[in-house]
Each structure stands twice: as C-alpha cells, then as structure tokens.
C-alpha cells in the first residue's frame, strides 16, 4: 500500500485511514484538515461519510478536496446517466455524475474556493473535475 508507506516516512504528522469512509474512527473536532481525493464518486452512503468528515473537522479546520463529478452540459450529463450502470460494475462502484459542490454544502460545510474544468485527454463523462477548501458551515 503506497500510500500508507508515504504516510509513515512524512516529516508532516499525518494519519491514513483505510476504512469505509463513513465510520472514521477519529475522536469529534480532532482533525484540522480532511482531504478528500477521487473518493465521493464511490462511497456508498456519501452523505453519511461527509458527515463523519464534518464531524471529526475542527471549527477552523478545512476540507481540500478533487473530485470528478456532474458535468454543467446537459448532453455529457445524460450520457453520465445512461453510462453509471455499466461505468458502477466496472469501476469500483464509481458514479459519474455525482454534484459534488452541492454534496458538500447538502453536509453542512461552506465551500469557500472551487475551480473547475474538464481534464484534458479524458472522455468528458468522467473528466469534469472539481477542486476546492470546504469548512464547516
């Protein structure tokens, strides 16, 4: 597991977690930063780990995030539609089309900076990409 190796040989004090993201075994307000990468397009209950996100944050603390999701154009957001089932069996459980901005403020956090675009080389279901800081709302 490469990252938890990364993890270990950090000069930074990090914790990995390799759990279902909607039990974090973290103590309430007990972590500053909650990063979040190309995760809440397969979690099962998004909702409920997004809570669990917001529940161990700190007040003051931030969520950075980059996630691929809902694309702005109706007709790549139709083809997100009629592909998840397949794109779900293949790939990990992956929903193309989740609206990940709005996901994170439905949890109770204030998205304070975002940026978005459709990668470069990568077929426009899956490629629109969101980045951004999120903090408790």
């Avoid at 597991?1 to 007990?30: H, K, T, W, Y």
């Avoid at 592909?83 to 293949?90: E, F, G, H, R």
Wanted: charged share 20%; proline share 7%.
């Amino acid at each position: 597991m490469r990252a938890a190796e990364r993890v270990a040989a950090s000069p930074i004090a990090l914790e990995f977690i390799d759990l279902p993201g909607e039990q974090i075994p973290l103590e309430n307000e007990s972590a500053d930063t909650v990063l979040v990468t190309y995760t809440l397009c397969t979690i099962p209950n998004v909702m409920k780990a997004l809570g669990e996100m917001r529940r161990v944050m700190t007040n003051g603390g931030q969520m950075i995030f980059c996630e691929h999701g809902e694309a702005p154009d109706q007709s790549v957001k139709r083809w997100q539609k009629r592909l998840t089932p397949l794109w779900k069996a293949i790939g990990g459980g992956c929903h193309l089309g989740r609206p990940i901005p709005g996901m994170i403020r439905d949890a109770g956090f204030h998205v304070e900076n975002l940026e978005t675009m459709y990668l470069p080389g990568t077929p426009r279901f899956a490629g629109f990409n969101y980045w951004g800081t999120a903090t408790k709302g």
